[in-house]
T-cell receptor
């Protein structure tokens, strides 16, 4: 069974603070893919990153960085020097290659509010 | 501009009526998906289609139906059998399968009166 847990329901930070959004996943597949999506107030999901299970290198893209650790089944997302435009709901998602290979299993999301 | 369009953005229907939500993409993607989002929850898969004239049930297909007669189009019908249809519906597409990045439309908010 595939499962994604985002334990943080809501987080508020003051602008310019760093913030980390946690994601823990469960899967029996040895090959799988992890994703992060951003959902701004407009509602449309925006793709941020995809990571396959064989690539544990951390990734940095501007103010965004991701920490993938298979040992703890986690794929955490850090925003450095947060900005008001970062306010959104962030979803972590998992896709395996076994049963349900075409399913993208989403966590329940973390609502981030950046206070100016 | 390439992308996914969904219409309408807001939809109201009376209980007992069927309603069809539109989803069109011009990304030349093979796979298309329908998700339902309820407040405070993640997205749940309703149906997906990997190729034209083929589609598969997702986790919550009961009360919904789809068709895939054209590569660009994947309409979703919410039938009267769906017991709690009020939700936000998102359509997505990807190049081939679920392991690919999915591109999402702006969504349709359906309210049953």
């Amino acid at each position: 069974a595939q499962k994604v847990t985002q334990a943080q329901t809501e987080i508020s930070v003051v602008e310019k603070e760093d913030v980390t959004l946690d994601c823990v996943y469960e899967t029996r597949d040895t090959t799988y893919y992890l994703f992060w999506y951003k959902q701004p107030p407009s509602g449309e999901l925006v793709f941020l990153i995809r990571r396959n299970s064989f690539d544990e290198q951390n990734e940095i893209s501007g103010r965004y960085s991701w920490n993938f650790q298979k040992s703890t089944s986690s794929f955490n997302f850090t925003i450095t020097a947060s900005q008001v435009v970062d306010s959104a709901v962030y979803f972590c998602a998992l896709s395996g290659l076994g049963t349900g290979a075409n399913n993208l299993f989403f966590g329940t999301g973390t609502r981030l509010t950046v206070i100016p | 501009d390439g992308g996914i369009t969904q219409s309408p953005k807001y939809l109201f229907r009376k209980e007992g009526q069927n309603v069809t939500l539109s989803c069109e993409q011009n990304l030349n993607h093979d796979a298309m998906y329908w998700y339902r989002q309820d407040p405070g929850q993640g997205l749940r898969l309703i149906y997906y289609s990997q190729i034209v004239n083929d589609f598969q049930k997702g986790d919550i297909a009961e009360g919904y139906s789809v068709s895939r007669e054209k590569k660009e189009s994947f309409p979703l019908t919410v039938t009267s059998a769906q017991k709690n249809p009020t939700a936000f519906y998102l359509c997505a597409s990807s190049i081939t399968s679920g392991r690919d990045e999915q591109f999402f439309g702006p969504g349709t908010r359906l309210t049953v009166l």
